[in-house]
């Protein structure tokens, strides 16, 4: 085929058929556009023949070689795709390590993991969350979580490759928990009255307590389960509960906890499980 085409006789049939093909038009005077079309596709077919002949013949490439080539760009591209992949994964995570930057730098003691929120339970009233990172990733049952802002939970449960946040909107929570300006001491505790308004409860205050609106909301550290002074929340309203007889405040956090994304999770802190190694000894 290849001698085919680089002969001069193959030329010479194409171009001698060009020219009976135009003769024959010519001659019967035919004016169809129809065919005029035609011919003009005709023509500008062979040139392209031609054409790719001419270019063929300079390459000197056989149909195998170009084919290793294309093949071998394939290969390239798709490796590029997989490393542009890999770069947003590194953009991505380096973005949530600057978000707890200021975190770390203020507790240096801190040994903590960033994830994200994979899902959330639709079944749970208090917001509940799966992260992206679990056991693999030192990240144990207890661990308290962070936002950006403030507190978020703690993992309730952990596998693997993920863990489940349980909120401080949620009445599973009980964090010990201090007023920063009254000194007054509590618990917090989720309520399904206030959690689809991103609040939780400061609950179990004495009845001549000092909490006052727009007071600051702090972890205590006395358990050794969550370090101490991890901000909550802010103080939005003084409560009283009539079945418990006992003063409450509502805490809004400064994290909206029904739509947060990026968390880092604290797995190692200093005084971690103090409380519960002096319990056991």
Same mark, same amino acid.
């Given at each position: 085929?290849?001698?085919?085409?680089? #002969?001069?006789?193959?030329?010479?049939?194409?171009?001698?058929?060009?020219?009976?093909?135009?003769?024959?038009?010519?001659?019967?005077?035919?004016?169809? +556009?129809?065919?005029?079309?035609?011919?003009?596709?005709?023509?500008? $077919?062979?040139?392209?023949?031609?054409?790719?002949?001419?270019?063929?013949?300079?390459?000197?490439?056989?149909?195998?070689?170009?084919?290793?080539?294309?093949?071998?760009?394939?290969?390239? +591209?798709?490796?590029?795709?997989?490393?542009?992949?890999?770069?947003?994964?590194?953009?991505?995570?380096?973005?949530?390590?600057?978000?707890?930057?200021?975190?770390?730098?203020?507790?240096?003691?801190?040994?903590?993991?960033?994830?994200?929120?994979?899902?959330?339970?639709?079944?749970?009233?208090?917001?509940?969350?799966?992260i992206d990172k679990g056991t693999a990733s030192d990240i144990t049952t207890g661990d308290?979580?962070?936002?950006? +802002?403030?507190?978020?939970?703690?993992? #309730?449960?952990?596998?693997?490759?993920?863990?489940?946040?349980?909120?401080?909107? #949620?009445?599973?929570?009980?964090?010990?928990?201090?007023?920063?300006? #009254?000194?007054?001491?509590?618990?917090?505790?989720?309520?399904?009255?206030?959690?689809?308004? +991103?609040?939780?409860?400061?609950?179990?205050?004495?009845?001549?307590?000092?909490?006052?609106?727009?007071?600051?909301?702090?972890t205590t550290g006395v358990s050794g389960i969550y370090p101490k002074n991890l901000i909550?929340?802010?103080?939005?309203?003084? $409560?009283?509960?009539?079945?418990?007889?006992?003063?409450?405040?509502?805490?809004?956090?400064?994290?909206?906890?029904?739509?947060?994304?990026?968390?880092?999770?604290?797995?190692?802190?200093?005084?971690?499980?103090?409380?519960?190694?002096?319990?056991?000894e």
């Amino acid at each position: 085929m290849k001698e085919l085409w680089e #002969s001069g006789k193959i030329k010479i049939f194409l171009s001698v058929l060009l020219v009976l093909v135009m003769l024959t038009l010519f001659t019967r005077k035919v004016e169809n +556009n129809v065919l005029s079309t035609s011919v003009n596709t005709l023509t500008y $077919g062979l040139s392209k023949v031609s054409a790719a002949a001419k270019d063929r013949n300079t390459d000197g490439m056989s149909y195998d070689e170009l084919k290793d080539e294309y093949d071998a760009a394939v290969d390239a +591209n798709r490796e590029l795709r997989a490393r542009l992949v890999d770069y947003y994964d590194v953009k991505e995570e380096n973005a949530r390590l600057w978000k707890f930057y200021e975190l770390k730098k203020e507790h240096k003691d801190y040994q903590f993991v960033p994830a994200t929120a994979l899902r959330r339970d639709s079944n749970d009233e208090f917001y509940s969350f799966t992260i992206d990172k679990g056991t693999a990733s030192d990240i144990t049952t207890g661990d308290p979580v962070m936002g950006e +802002n403030g507190l978020i939970g703690y993992i #309730s449960e952990a596998d693997v490759n993920t863990a489940k946040v349980v909120t401080i909107l #949620s009445p599973q929570s009980g964090i010990g928990a201090i007023d920063k300006a #009254s000194k007054d001491t509590g618990i917090i505790t989720g309520s399904a009255k206030f959690a689809d308004d +991103n609040q939780t409860m400061f609950a179990k205050l004495k009845s001549e307590h000092k909490v006052k609106e727009g007071d600051i909301i702090t972890t205590t550290g006395v358990s050794g389960i969550y370090p101490k002074n991890l901000i909550i929340g802010e103080v939005k309203d003084i $409560g009283y509960d009539t079945y418990d007889t006992s003063y409450y405040a509502i805490v809004e956090p400064y994290e909206d906890i029904r739509k947060i994304t990026d968390v880092a999770v604290i797995t190692d802190f200093e005084g971690e499980g103090e409380i519960l190694k002096r319990t056991s000894e």
